[in-house]
């Protein structure tokens, strides 16, 4: 009694009956054969063998090689290989049609050239050659798998310093084509603004001007913020708007003080000559050297203030004011 394991076949040896039985199989089970035959057990699953090939390039180098070769025995044709090779098809067949098809591939190709080429490309030239050779035997091979290819040290460093310096010169060559594209962005903005320049200074003219004016007096006027507005010299003098509220302290009443710079007051001192001083004694504020401030006492002393230091400093001075024509 013979038992024959999952994923396996027997092929049975007739010791008085013909030798090897090539019409049958004998299929997962147990199995009775007289004690004179004998049963050989087949694994007819797919199979894998590795192995570490040293091998000549083309420019005759040696390469180290791993790669492995998945096969199986046609489940049909188990007796005829029984028959012709026997049990022993792997070290008879299967090795030696790995280690050719490897070294004829491998051979064909240079050492740099294998860092180069898709594993692909070597496991189908390997597949087409272990087919060729394999021929009628009922072995059926499923592919190679290139695990690892070794190179001499030296030369595996001599590859990667060749392939840094090709992807450096790449770069550099990738900076270069940059670089003139902002070039070329930088020229086409450039153009564009003096362009929109152009235009500017063709459209800017004095309606456009006086309109834009307008435009923000008129929002000026709208705005709810308290202000005093001093309309400029010329007729289309821009406004000067002047804050009643002090935002640096807190306000001691309803109006707080603003305090115009000095350079101003000195300015309308100028004009004015004496009558300055006597404006700013009889307002009992400090002298012009500390400019004009307007104090708690209320609006209307601050335009009045206003009226004489800046508007109309000769009011007060009938000196400065030019003599009356005579009839």
């Not at 064909?108 to 692909?120: C, E, K, M, Q, V």
């Not at 087409?128 to 695990?147: Q, S, Y």
């Given at each position: 009694m013979i038992t024959v394991g999952s994923g396996e076949l027997g092929v049975l040896y007739s010791r008085f009956f013909g030798g090897t039985v090539l019409d049958r199989v004998y299929k997962e089970g147990l199995h009775v054969i007289s004690p004179w035959n004998t049963l050989f057990v087949y694994d007819t699953r797919i199979q894998e063998e590795t192995q570490a090939i040293d091998?000549?390039?083309?420019?005759?180098?040696?390469?180290?090689?791993?790669?492995?070769?998945?096969?199986?025995?046609?489940?049909?044709?188990?007796?005829?290989?029984?028959?012709?090779?026997?049990?022993?098809?792997?070290?008879k067949i299967i090795l030696p049609i790995?280690?050719?098809?490897?070294?004829?591939?491998?051979?064909?190709?240079?050492?740099?050239?294998?860092?180069?080429?898709?594993?692909?490309?070597?496991q189908d030239k390997m597949l087409?050659?272990?087919?060729?050779?394999?021929?009628?035997?009922?072995?059926?091979?499923?592919?190679?798998?290139?695990?690892?290819?070794?190179?001499?040290?030296?030369?595996?460093?001599?590859i990667v310093e060749k392939l840094v310096a090709e992807q450096k010169y790449l770069r550099y060559h990738f900076l270069l084509l940059e670089a003139k594209e902002e070039a070329k962005r930088k020229a086409i903005e450039g153009e564009a603004v003096r362009y929109y320049q152009s235009l500017v200074n063709e459209n800017m003219t004095e309606n456009f001007l006086r309109y834009e004016g307008i435009q923000a007096t008129a929002k000026l006027a709208a705005s709810e913020n308290a202000k005093v507005v001093v309309v400029g010299s010329g007729k289309d003098g821009l406004p000067l708007i002047l804050n009643t509220q002090d935002t640096s302290r807190p306000s001691a009443g309803h109006n707080a003080g603003v305090v115009a710079p000095k350079a101003d007051v000195e300015d309308s001192g100028t004009r004015s000559g004496a009558g300055d001083s006597n404006s700013s004694a009889d307002a009992g504020g400090p002298g012009p050297e500390s400019g004009w401030r307007m104090r708690s006492s209320g609006f209307v002393e601050f335009l009045e203030r206003l009226d004489k230091v800046l508007l109309n400093p000769a009011k007060n001075n009938p000196q400065a004011m030019p003599p009356a024509a005579t009839k």
């Open positions: 091998v000549l390039t083309l420019d005759g180098l040696t390469v180290t090689v791993q790669v492995s070769l998945r096969y199986q025995v046609v489940r049909d044709s188990l007796p005829i290989l029984h028959q012709q090779i026997g049990p022993d098809y792997r070290r790995l280690t050719s098809a490897v070294r004829q591939t491998i051979g064909s190709f240079r050492p740099d050239a294998l860092y180069s080429t898709a594993r692909g490309e070597l087409v050659d272990a087919t060729e050779e394999m021929g009628r035997i009922p072995i059926l091979i499923h592919g190679f798998v290139v695990r690892e290819i070794v190179l001499p040290e030296v030369l595996r460093t001599s």
